[in-house]
C-alpha cells in the first residue's frame, strides 16, 4: 500500500508543477494573475481524484475511494468555476496587484517561482485525500458519512456567503457600504471559514483512533496549512490591510464587533 500510495502523490506532484506553469502562461497572456487561483483549484482537484481513484493495493473499501473523489470534485467545481466567473469579470485580485507593485518589473519571474512553491506546498491537500481515500476498513463507516456531512455543508455555506456578498453588492442602496448582514455579520470573512472547515472531512474520515491506520494522521496537514494560509498568510491580512485602506473607520467599526474568522453573534467590544 505504501509504495502504491507514493507512486500516486508523487504523479500527483506533477500534475500540479505542470497545472501551475499552464496557470502562470496564461495569466501573462491574460495580463490578469487572479488566474492563478483558478489553476489552483483545478490543479489541486484534478490531483485529488487522481489519487483517491489510484490503484493500491489493500485499499479498504471502493465505495470510500468513489466517495472521496466524489467530494473532491463537488469543492473544485464549485469554488473552480466561482472563481473563474470572477477572475473574467473583475479587476485583477488586490493581492496580485499588491505583488506587481512590489516585485515590479521582476514581477513575471518571482510570480512563475511564487506559483511553483504554491504546487510543492499544496501536496498536503492532497495526501490528505489520499489517506482518506485508501483507509483500510472493508466498508464504509460512520466517520465516513460525517466527513461527507462535513464537506457539504462547506461547500454550502461557502456557496452562500459568496451568493449572499454578490447579492449585497448589486443592490444600488448597498454602494459604498460594508456587507453586514446574513454570514458576513458573524464572520468578517465567512468564505474563508467555510473553505477552511471543508478540509476537515478528510482527517475525520482517515484517523483510525484505534490505532490500526497512523497514515491517516497526515490528512491533519491539509487543515492546519489552510488556517495558516488564510488566517496568517495570503488570505485575510492583505484583505483587511486592503479594506482598511479604503473603508478607514467604516471597516474598524466593522471589526470591532464582527469576528475575524470563526463564526460568532455580533459583540459590542473588539471581536477580532
Not at 492563478?36 to 489493500?58: E, R, S, Y
Not at 458573524?186 to 478528510?202: C, D, I, K, Q
Request: aromatic share 14%; hydrophobic share 55%.
Amino acid at each position: 500500500m505504501i509504495v502504491g500510495s507514493i507512486v500516486a502523490i508523487a504523479a500527483a506532484e506533477g500534475l500540479l508543477i505542470v497545472a501551475m506553469a499552464a496557470g502562470w502562461l496564461v495569466q501573462r497572456r491574460l495580463n490578469n494573475a487572479g488566474w492563478v487561483d483558478v489553476f489552483w483549484t483545478f490543479g489541486v482537484g484534478l490531483a485529488g481524484i487522481m489519487v483517491a481513484l489510484w490503484p493500491v493495493a489493500d485499499s479498504g473499501a471502493a465505495a470510500r475511494r468513489g466517495l472521496v473523489a466524489v467530494l473532491v470534485a463537488a469543492w473544485m467545481l464549485r469554488l473552480g468555476l466561482h472563481v473563474a466567473l470572477r477572475v473574467a469579470r473583475s479587476p485583477e485580485d488586490l493581492r496580485y496587484v499588491a505583488f506587481r507593485k512590489e516585485w515590479g518589473a521582476d514581477f513575471q519571474r518571482r510570480l512563475f517561482w511564487f506559483m511553483q512553491r504554491q504546487a510543492w506546498g499544496s501536496i498536503l491537500f492532497v495526501i490528505a485525500i489520499a489517506v482518506a481515500a485508501h483507509h483500510p476498513a472493508p466498508t464504509l463507516r460512520v466517520a465516513d458519512a460525517i466527513g461527507a456531512a462535513i464537506l457539504i455543508v462547506a461547500i454550502a455555506g461557502e456557496w452562500t456567503a459568496d451568493l449572499q456578498l454578490q447579492h449585497f453588492k448589486r443592490d444600488p442602496v448597498n454602494r459604498g457600504r460594508l456587507c453586514d448582514t446574513g454570514l458576513w455579520s458573524l464572520s468578517r470573512h465567512p468564505n474563508y471559514f467555510f473553505e477552511w472547515f471543508g478540509w476537515l472531512a478528510y482527517p475525520v474520515i482517515a484517523i483510525d483512533f484505534a490505532g490500526g491506520y497512523w497514515q491517516g494522521f497526515l490528512a491533519l496537514g491539509a487543515p492546519l496549512l489552510m488556517y495558516w494560509v488564510v488566517v496568517h498568510g495570503t488570505g485575510i491580512p492583505p484583505l483587511e490591510a486592503h479594506m482598511l485602506r479604503s473603508r478607514g473607520d467604516a471597516f474598524r467599526r466593522y471589526q470591532s464587533r464582527t469576528r475575524a474568522f470563526f463564526p460568532f453573534p455580533k459583540t459590542g467590544g473588539n471581536a477580532s
